[in-house]
């Protein structure tokens, strides 16, 4: 287990190795093995990016995002910018049923998604299709999955090869369980990354509507 001061310095150098992100104007402070970040940036996505930075050092499980957005005046758009901009962006990536979700924007770039989609991997994917969009500064997502109802067995066999087509050797160490349309995850993982890679597997599974995470890192 790493100290805290190990975690503080270890997540201040990934961000600052991270070309995407300006570290200067991130804080971080470790307390208790919980990581919380502080600072400003210009926009959602640097937001997401320092969160998906921090995540990938060893060691780190719990995270505060505290971060402030704040766009710099020539990025400040208004609403209607933002919705033309939304819809663009949904209906040019291939991976988004673009024509199964509604959106809305107010309160200068809060963006609320609604609508219904087959996976929960579709349901991310509308997400991240709108992230690097100028103005945004927080999205809601309400997008709803309706997946047809599978057999558990046949979802639990589906999630394995999937697991070990994208975890490799760390598929053994995972456990697969249905309840209904959930699923739930469990054992351990080595990293970060190969966490996401048996969450992915799960999200982007059809017949599954939540995912309840319970893999440990190390």
């Known amino acids: 287990m790493k100290t805290d001061s190990e975690l503080k310095t270890d997540v201040a150098r990934e961000l600052a190795w991270d070309a995407n992100i300006d570290d200067a104007a991130i ?6 093995g919980v990581v919380t970040l502080t600072g400003a940036v210009s926009c959602w996505a640097e937001k997401h990016a320092v969160e998906e930075a921090a995540y990938r ?9 505290d971060i402030e957005i704040k766009p710099a005046w020539s990025l400040k758009l208004n609403d209607a910018d933002i919705a033309e901009a939304v819809r663009r962006a949904l209906t040019w990536n291939r991976f988004v049923p673009d024509q199964k979700i509604r959106s809305s924007v107010a309160d200068s770039g809060t ?3 609604t609508g219904t989609v087959r996976t929960l991997a579709e349901h991310d994917e509308a997400e991240r299709a709108i992230r690097y969009i100028d103005g945004v500064r927080c999205v809601v997502n309400h997008i ?4 047809p109802r599978v057999e558990p067995e046949a979802l639990r066999t589906t ?4 697991l070990a087509r994208r975890a490799g050797r760390e598929a053994t160490h995972v456990g ?3 309840d209904g349309d959930t699923v ?3 054992g351990n993982v080595g990293s970060w990354t190969e ?4 969450v992915g597997a799960a999200r982007g599974t059809a017949g599954v509507r939540r995912v309840d995470d319970r893999l440990q890192i190390g």
């Not at 804080?27 to 208790?32: L, M, R």
């Not at 709803?144 to 997946?147: C, E, F, S």
């Not at 999630?159 to 999937?162: D, K, S, V």
């Not at 966490?195 to 048996?198: C, E, G, S, V, Y």
């Open 27 to 32: 804080g971080v402070a470790v307390h208790h």
């Open 57 to 65: 050092v060893a060691g780190v499980r719990d995270l505060a995002n």
């Open 111 to 113: 963006v609320t998604l």
């Open 144 to 147: 709803a999955v309706d997946a």
């Open 159 to 162: 999630i394995a090869q999937a």
């Open 176 to 178: 697969v369980a249905v």
């Open 184 to 186: 739930v995850l469990t």
């Open 195 to 198: 966490r996401r890679a048996a």
